[in-house]
């Protein structure tokens, strides 16, 4: 069973058509949507400020999503991918977003819609990225214009973990 706890009497509100790996952890003041997934060993810790996730958002294995005691809660909008082990925290992340696995998101970084974050990339606090732009390094720096091919998995990739997440109902 999934560790779902309140945090001073507040629990976390999670849609009924989210599917919750066995091991994921999920407490206080976190929403998260429709036809989301949160999967093994991912951490949603809502205790210090809020966290909101959209729907067809996939928070992938390993992932800690946190925020930053009376200064930053997460926002993380619709059709977004966490990728493993990526930390997502006090920033606001737009629609159809990529996070690649083992990336970082500081306070106070905005993700415009239809952007990739590279594997590994460090988006430092206060960063704007910019629709339409894949970032990478450390710190993370605009690269190129996403490519159509790219805008199109941005499309197709939440959908996927739908299904992946109906191999476990």
Known sequence: ?????????????????VFLADNATIVGDVVIGTHCSIWFNAVIRGDVNYIRIGNYTNI??????HCTYQRNGTDIGNYVNVGHNAIVHGCVVHDYVLIGMGAIVMDRAII?????????????????????????????????????G??????QLPH????????FD
């Open 60 to 65: 992938q294995d390993g992932v800690v999503i």
């Open 1 to 17: 069973m999934p560790t779902i706890l309140p945090v001073k009497d507040i629990y976390p509100q999670i849609d009924r058509s």
């Open 150 to 155: 790219q805008m199109d998995m941005l499309q």
């Open 112 to 148: 415009e819609s239809n952007v990739i974050i590279a594997a590994g990339a460090v988006v430092l606090e206060g960063t704007l990225c910019e629709s339409g732009y894949l970032y990478a390094g450390v710190p993370a720096k605009k690269i190129k214009p996403l490519t159509e």
């Open 160 to 167: 996927n973990y739908v299904l992946y997440s109906s191999w």
